[in-house]
């Protein structure tokens, strides 16, 4: 059974830092893309960082770019997020998603996030 | 970046109604474009990939169609476990933006 599993969220001040861990088991970690999204409370999800399956290309949203950093640890197969410079905007449940493939057509293959996690919330006070 | 935009932001239906949600890209994604449901407090869950394919163990009640900039899911016969938040979310291009979100309520 696939299972994502997050942690290390919680409450931090402004300007303050946190890391995000999310345990993955019951797949292949290492032949997966991983994402980070982020859900501000009553509000829609947004996506936040990437990483590739060796851990080698990473990519962020313009709002966490030069603050987040998204890494793995395929040995542990863990996925993290370094928050830092944390905002109060950027209080959510963040959670981490699997990023499956399908081949749609011999030249072509399409993308999606298939399991997710339960996500941990951050919440940044001012 | 490509903007999703659903409509409407919500809804309200009965049970067995069919219920349709539409979701319009700012510019053509081919058929990159998938759907997901969301209940509170709990993660979203895949419905639908590549505008129409269903995923494994989704009932049949839910489907997909549209391509380009224009797509649809509809549920055939609105069950009570049906009442969730819909967003779709489109992979053709980084960074893979999500829609709004349809509230379906009674």
């Known amino acids: 059974e696939v299972q994502l599993v997050e942690s290390g969220g919680g409450f931090v001040q402004w300007g303050g830092s946190l890391r995000l861990s999310c345990a993955a088991s019951g797949f292949t970690f290492t032949n997966y893309w991983m994402h980070w999204v982020r859900q501000a409370p009553g509000k829609g999800l947004v996506w936040v960082s990437r990483i590739n399956s060796d851990g080698s290309s990473t990519t962020y949203a313009d709002s966490v770019q030069g603050r987040f950093t998204i890494s793995r640890d395929n040995a542990r197969n863990t996925l993290y997020l370094e928050m830092n410079s944390l905002r109060v905007e950027d209080t959510a449940v963040y959670y981490c998603?699997?990023?499956?493939?399908?081949?749609?057509?011999?030249?072509?293959?399409?993308?999606?996030?298939?399991?997710w996690g339960q996500g941990t919330l951050v919440t940044v006070s001012s | 970046d490509i903007q999703l935009t659903q409509s409407p932001s919500s809804l309200s239906a009965s049970v067995g109604d069919r219920v349709s949600i539409t979701c319009r890209a700012s510019q053509s994604i081919s058929r990159f474009l998938n759907w997901y449901q969301q209940k509170p407090g709990k993660a979203p869950k895949l419905l639908i990939y590549?505008?129409?394919s269903l995923q494994t163990g989704v009932p049949s009640r839910f489907s997909g169609s549209g391509s380009g900039t224009g797509f649809t899911l509809t549920i055939s016969s609105l069950q009570p476990e049906d009442f969730a938040t819909y967003y779709c979310q489109q992979s053709y291009s980084v960074p893979d933006s999500f829609g709004q979100g349809t509230k379906v309520e009674i």
């Open positions: 590549a505008a129409s």
């Open positions: 998603a699997r990023f499956a493939s399908y081949q749609t057509t011999a030249l072509q293959r399409t993308f999606f996030f298939d399991y």
